[in-house]
């Protein structure tokens, strides 16, 4: 378990975000400690979507259950959170 920054660039938010996560958590629970600094402030709810995962730029998001040490995600990259369908 280590402390972990990431720079969030969450759909629809005009501010890029330092979020502070842990090593330890799933891609789920990184986009819910994105979506606290976004979600409700400068972004609306859209509570009948999951948001998930993917590199700045990437097609492909990572899988929800994947761990943030299981990827090759580094310290201060920009990931993007984008609303899905469940």
């Known amino acids: 378990m280590a402390l972990f920054p990431v720079i969030s660039n969450f759909q629809y938010d005009f501010v890029l975000q330092l979020v502070p996560v842990d090593t330890e958590n799933t891609m ?30 990437a097609e492909d998001f990572f899988p929800r259950n994947a761990r943030l040490s299981e990827t090759d995600i580094q310290p201060m990259e920009a990931l993007e959170f984008i609303f899905c369908d469940a």
Not at 40 to 57: L, N
């Open 28 to 57: 789920d629970e990184v986009a819910a400690a994105a979506a606290h600094h976004s979600v409700g402030r400068r972004v609306a709810p859209r509570p009948d979507k999951v948001v998930r995962v993917r590199r700045q730029g």
